[in-house]
């Protein structure tokens, strides 16, 4: 047993159909037709373009517009993997093991770090989400009606119902692994999902990172012209502070530990995303409102048109291809021993992913109808 294959790192690999023994210490390249199952080389495309995509728009935004909050965004993203990412990977590096113990293994993708815990997409995925979401929210109008606070949670809203069709997903499919057997993190659960991570790393974090940014990027005061090293050490520091909001956030569940009192913990988290979902949907419905008494004051890019709608359509093609193996499992477990998401709750993330979509055309629509006609 090698310092990067514990007992649970090990069990985890060969469900997942690999070993993690002998894996390179920095990068691991594969043949993308080889992967576990064909989803796995959509999910890359889907989500590396995403993030290259994101990061193209983010530096037009700046460059052109004079706006680095979509800039230090993409960044902070980065810095935020690259701060809560190794831990999670190898806990007993960080002397962790005893408080979070091991909680999950990504499948082997086309590119692999870090001892073939990381794959790219994952790197791929903060900055590719965090763009998604605040440009969607960005677009509605919430930041520059509402402030930063506002737009922050409608962003936080947003990146659940974007996440979550992603999350209920991953394990049946195998791009992923939780580790059951780590009951402290992983429970309770919603379907094969732990909803610490439904909470905390799929809404805290982005919004928590996003009001930072916004915040040390000019607020609602407009943009600032900020350097390439100013921009820089504003991602670091909102980057590297977001842990610090995802640990406040887990207090309230965190005081009831213990496997007598995980009625007690599912109820704060249920109230917890409740609270999350009611402030995104009432954000949501005041945009829509907005958008039929007056344009949008920020106009909508290609990116907030096109990638946020790709991003829902393909993950609804692969639900579709993973439909038959989910209403065939027996106990939560498909035929090929995979544990499957909530589909009922997906159902409603996808709903309002989709209504976010709407009411950003809508916006910018009703803005360019507004905008006088140029000669």
């Avoid at 159909?17 to 992967?35: A, I, K, M, N």
């Avoid at 990061?55 to 037009?60: G, P």
């Avoid at 609804?316 to 589909?343: H, K, M, N, R």
């Amino acid at each position: 047993m090698d310092h990067t294959c514990g007992a649970a790192a090990e069990r985890l690999a060969e469900g997942l159909g690999y070993s993690c023994h002998g894996t390179e210490p920095v990068v691991d390249l594969r043949d993308p037709f080889g992967l576990e199952n064909g989803t796995m080389p959509v999910l890359e495309l889907l989500v590396i373009g995403g993030a290259v995509f994101a990061l193209v728009h983010a530096w037009r935004r700046w460059r052109r517009d004079g706006d680095p909050a979509n800039i230090a965004l993409w960044f902070a993203s980065v810095v935020y993997l690259a701060v809560i990412e190794p831990p999670l990977y190898f806990p007993e590096w960080f002397g962790l093991e005893q408080h979070v113990g091991f909680i999950f293994s990504h499948n082997v993708f086309t590119v692999q770090f870090m001892f073939d815990r990381l794959p790219l997409y994952i790197v791929a995925f903060y900055p590719a989400l965090s763009q998604l979401a605040y440009e969607l929210v960005r677009v509605l109008g919430v930041f520059a009606r509402r402030g930063p606070l506002a737009g922050a949670v409608a962003v936080a809203f947003a990146c659940q119902v974007f996440y979550e069709i992603f999350d209920h997903l991953g394990p049946q499919l195998k791009w992923w692994a939780w580790n059951t057997g780590n009951e402290t993190i992983n429970q309770p659960t919603l379907a094969s999902v732990p909803m610490n991570s439904m909470l905390l790393f799929a809404s805290v974090s982005f919004g928590a990172m996003t009001y930072l940014v916004v915040r040390l990027t000019g607020g609602t005061d407009g943009p600032r012209t900020l350097t390439g090293p100013r921009i820089g050490w504003r991602a670091a520091v909102a980057g590297a502070a977001t842990p610090l909001a995802m640990i406040i956030a887990s207090a309230p569940s965190g005081a009831f530990r213990g496997e007598d009192l995980l009625g007690v913990q599912r109820a704060v988290l249920g109230a917890e995303l409740a609270v999350v979902w009611a402030a995104g949907l009432w954000l949501l419905a005041d945009a829509w409102r907005a958008a039929r008494a007056e344009p949008s004051p920020v106009a909508s890019p290609g990116f907030a048109r096109i990638y946020p709608a790709l991003y829902l359509g393909v993950h609804v093609v692969l639900w579709l291809v993973a439909l038959p193996a989910y209403f065939a499992a027996a106990d939560g477990v498909t035929e090929q021993g995979t544990p499957i998401g909530s589909l009922w709750y997906v159902v409603p993330c996808a709903a309002a992913a989709a209504a976010l979509i709407a009411a950003a055309v809508r916006a910018s629509g009703a803005r360019r109808t507004a905008e006088p006609v140029r000669s």
